[in-house]
């Protein structure tokens, strides 16, 4: 990343591979690049090097339209700073996933899910009204509606309350169970990363121990041998050495 003509990096060389169906925790200090990484596996952002297949699909190789269609198809994403839109109320900002991918029942799906998440009675309130937990909330079921195979989450738990917050991941580990939805959460609430099957952790934009799968890729032929890894029951796979 160029910032005033210096080149931050922001990333080390690493590799993920994440399975169909797994929860998996990213956890780490803050600055470590967490949410980094996780724009760079969702899609939203691209690594200056390397490569992420989701759903066997070369983001790297995308351009932005190209990407977003993937998201829309297959990609929930609980941002650390909810991005609810201001000007559309709860209930419209949980419809808008669905609505974009032609989704025929948006607002009693929508309905369903905000009062799963406990706001049945603040459908009608606009983001400016709702307390930070509360946008949490909205942004949650926001990112549930469309069904996603994977969801990414970025302390979906941050801002809650610990009732509320077990209440939060009961649900995003049903969603695991019923449906099927890969989990990459990342999070500093010790019994989120527990209820993962495993965890990782980013320190200083690598990812260090414990790992199941971590290799140095900062060489050409490392790249291709991953490049030619058979990924088919992956939903999501990373080879990132650097962002710029
Ligand atoms: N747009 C940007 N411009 C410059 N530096 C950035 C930008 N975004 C992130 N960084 C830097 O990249 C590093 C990693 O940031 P990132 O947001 O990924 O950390 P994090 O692990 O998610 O931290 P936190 O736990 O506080 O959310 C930090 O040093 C941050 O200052
Ligand atoms: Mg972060």
Do not use: W
């Amino acid at each position: 990343m160029q910032v005033e003509d210096k080149t931050l990096v922001l990333l080390q060389p690493l590799n993920l591979t994440v399975a169909a169906g797994e929860s998996i925790a990213i956890v780490g200090s803050s600055g470590s690049g967490k949410t980094t990484l996780l724009s760079i596996l969702a899609g939203l952002d691209l690594p200056s090097s390397g490569q992420v297949y989701l759903k066997n699909q070369p983001l790297h190789q995308f351009n932005e339209e190209q990407r977003s269609q993937v998201r829309a198809q297959h990609v929930g994403f609980i941002f650390q700073q909810f991005l609810l839109i201001n000007s559309l109320t709860a209930l419209e900002n949980v419809m808008l996933p669905a609505e974009l991918a032609n989704m025929p029942d948006a607002q009693a799906r929508g309905e369903a899910l905000l009062a799963q998440v406990g706001l049945a009675d603040r459908m009608e309130h606009y983001p400016s009204q709702l307390s930070g937990g509360e946008q949490q909330r909205v942004a949650i079921a926001r990112a549930f509606i469309a069904k996603p195979d994977i969801l990414f989450a970025d302390e979906p738990t941050g801002n809650l309350d610990s009732k509320t917050g077990q209440h939060i991941i009961d649900l995003i580990f049903d969603l695991n169970v019923k449906e099927g939805t890969t989990l990459v959460l990342v999070t500093h609430d010790a019994k989120l990363a527990a209820r993962c099957q495993r965890q990782v952790e980013m320190d200083s934009g690598a990812l260090t121990e414990p790992l199941i799968e971590t290799a140095l890729a900062n060489t050409d032929e490392n790249q291709a041998d991953s490049q030619t890894t058979s990924h088919d029951d992956l939903e999501s796979k990373t080879s990132v050495s650097q962002v710029g």
